[in-house]
């Protein structure tokens, strides 16, 4: 007897999803094309907001940000960095084992 309505109790819950109705009516498509704003215009305010201190950063977006910079190019000469590296070296902010 427990098992008969346990099963017809599972039997209506699930069905209850499936005959939900769309009735065509797409809430979001409606709602974004009322906003008269491009998707570019968009992320150029969220930047500016970003740059004026209006939106918090997330800590995703500074891993993102610092992780670029460790990418990026250098625009230093390969005798440039030897000389960076020798001055902070003679001033002691540098400790290099070997005689590289």
């Known amino acids: 007897m427990v098992k008969t309505i346990l099963i017809s109790t599972l039997l209506a819950a699930t069905s209850l999803g499936a005959s939900a109705m769309n009735y065509g009516i797409d809430v979001h498509t409606n709602r974004a094309a009322d906003s008269g704003l491009t998707r570019a215009a968009v992320i150029a305010e969220l930047q500016r907001a970003k740059a004026a201190g209006e939106v918090a950063i997330t ?20 005798e440039q960095v030897q000389q960076e590296v020798v001055a902070l070296r003679d001033q002691g902010l540098l400790n290099i084992h070997g005689d590289h």
């Open 59 to 78: 800590e995703f977006e500074i891993r993102q940000a610092e992780s670029k910079q460790l990418q990026s190019p250098s625009t230093l000469t390969r």
